[in-house]
């Protein structure tokens, strides 16, 4: 039989490793968002540059 004090140590270790975790899972979502941004960033200049290319090919054609 454990004692209180025992006993009240491992549950603080278990709140601290259940507190990691969710730390660890923040910190991925987080990185999965910056990720997310980047991606969002190159699809915009894409569309700007592909904006630009047609605006171009018009104007060489006479269309403007």
Known sequence: MSDFFSTAIEM??????????????????????????????VGQKAAEANLAAWKQWTRLWGWK
Not at 23 to 31: C, G, R, S
């Open 12 to 41: 603080q270790r278990e709140i601290l490793r259940a507190q990691k975790a969710q730390m660890d899972a923040a910190q991925k979502l987080l990185d999965g968002g910056r990720e997310l941004v980047k991606l969002q960033e």
